[in-house]
């Protein structure tokens, strides 16, 4: 259980990492931004190298602080919280977790946070955003104007590439989901 726990990239996140900013050296992106959580930081990192970007770091942008849980295995969860454990697994929707931030204020923070960093462009920029799967979960659903659930009804694997693009429709503004966990750029991992 991650949440707010700063753990380093493995050796697969690095070459994740390596070949997701392979892929992104080949479009023209005028602004990075990452969460300061050290496995998201060091992608970034990447990827600034390869664009030649600096990165801005957001502390709206880390991952759902899941209180009392971070940094346990799940084995030390069901041992020490075995009710949440039986509710995660059991129900949907989200258990309480002890000491965690909570599902609204964390929805808030990360809309918080990519509002101003859209608004805070032109909307012919491109703009990348290192993050972690809470808030592209929280982000892609606002988008799509659907709740916040669990399970989730789609997968944000590591390094994956979820597009959005902002501007006017027809003379309204709005985001439209253009791709949504893209991983083209891990096949050529060795599995």
């Not at 990519?114 to 929280?138: Q, S």
Request: charged share 25%; glycine share 8%; with cysteine.
């Amino acid at each position: 259980m991650q949440g707010h726990a700063d753990f380093p990239l493995s050796e697969l996140g690095f070459r994740q990492a390596r070949v997701l900013a392979d892929r992104l050296a080949s479009i023209t992106i005028d602004a990075l931004y990452a969460s300061p959580l050290l496995r998201a930081k060091q992608t970034a990192d990447s990827v600034a190298e390869a664009l030649q970007l600096d990165v801005a770091e957001d502390d709206r942008l880390k991952e759902y602080d899941i209180g009392d849980l971070t940094g346990l295995t799940w084995v030390e969860v069901q041992a020490r919280y075995p009710e949440v454990a039986r509710k995660y697994r059991e129900e949907s929707g989200f258990p309480v977790f002890p000491g965690a931030e909570g599902r609204d204020v964390f929805a808030a923070r990360v809309r918080e946070s990519l509002d101003e960093i859209v608004a805070n462009h032109k909307d012919d920029e491109a703009v990348a955003v290192v993050t972690h799967g809470g808030p592209i979960l929280v982000y892609v659903m606002a988008t799509l104007g659907t709740e916040y659930s669990r399970p989730p009804t789609f997968r944000v694997d590591n390094t994956s590439i979820a597009t959005i693009e902002y501007g006017e429709r027809g003379g309204v503004p709005g985001h439209t989901v253009i791709g949504l966990n893209d991983t083209c750029h891990l096949r050529s991992l060795p599995k």
